[in-house]
Structure formats: structure tokens, C-alpha cells
């Protein structure tokens, strides 16, 4: 298997560990009884720290580069996908779902800006957040 096809095979497989930690943080916080704004922001905070970790070790094996720069440019790149990026794509698509059923009409603009910030992760993270130093 190509090098690049298995790094971006892993990096799927971090997007479902880190939002089934976002989901189930949730879903165990809401029931629990804390606020929807708190258990949304401590869920999203667990699944980032996920995504950071698994995508650092595992994902893309950046095992060298300072940790916290890293950090930083993740949660730059991640927290605008997140909430700049993704609901300018929401915008941009919700007509297209116009005259759909209600469920469409609301799923189908999120979807497609999920499958855009796709995209725009690992294309950031390859390139800036976790990228490999050449070697001379």
C-alpha cells in the first residue's frame, strides 16, 4: 500500500475515534445533567485531544518537531475549520437543499461541510501542523 493512502486510511480511522469520544463524552454529560454548553464544549475538548494525540503518534508519526508549537497550529487549524470554515460551507450549500425534506435540509449542508473540513484538516495537518522535515 502507498504511503499516502495508508496515512490518509489512519487518519479516518482517528475522525471516528475522535468523534465517537466527542459523541459518547456527550451523550454521558447530557444525561448526566450538565448544561448543553458545557458537556459540548468538554465533549469537543476531548475529541480534539484525541485527534491531536492519535493524529500526531499514529496518523502522520511525527516524532520529531516541538509539541507545542504543533499543538498550537492544530488548534488554529482545527478551531477555524470548526467554527469559521465550516459554517461559511453550511451557507454556501444550504440552498442546494431547499425543497428537501426538513431532515435533508439540515443534515445535507452539515454533511457537506464535514466532508469539506475533511479536506481542509488533513491537508493542514499534512502540510503545516505535523509535516515531516526533509532530510538533505
Known amino acids: 500500500m502507498k504511503p499516502e493512502l495508508a496515512t490518509k486510511i489512519r487518519f479516518g480511522l482517528v475522525g471516528i475515534a475522535n468523534t465517537l469520544v466527542d459523541l459518547v463524552s456527550y451523550t454521558l454529560l447530557s444525561l448526566a445533567g450538565v448544561p448543553m454548553v458545557v458537556a459540548n464544549l468538554v465533549s469537543?475538548?476531548?475529541?480534539?485531544?484525541?485527534?491531536?494525540?492519535?493524529?500526531?503518534?499514529f496518523t502522520f508519526r511525527a516524532r520529531t518537531g516541538d509539541v507545542k508549537s504543533q499543538a498550537v497550529l492544530f488548534l488554529l487549524?482545527?478551531?477555524?475549520?470548526?467554527?469559521?470554515?465550516?459554517?461559511?460551507?453550511?451557507?454556501?450549500?444550504?440552498?442546494?437543499f431547499e425543497g428537501t425534506h426538513p431532515v435533508v435540509a439540515v443534515v445535507g449542508p452539515k454533511l457537506?461541510?464535514?466532508?469539506?473540513n475533511l479536506v481542509w484538516n488533513y491537508t493542514l495537518y499534512s502540510r503545516l501542523v505535523f509535516r515531516q522535515k526533509e532530510t538533505a
Open 77 to 96: 487549524v482545527t478551531g477555524f475549520g470548526l467554527w469559521v470554515v465550516q459554517p461559511i460551507v453550511i451557507s454556501l450549500v444550504s440552498g442546494a
Open 44 to 57: 469537543t475538548s476531548a475529541g480534539m485531544a484525541c485527534s491531536f494525540t492519535l493524529n500526531r503518534s
Open 112 to 116: 457537506s461541510a464535514l466532508v469539506f
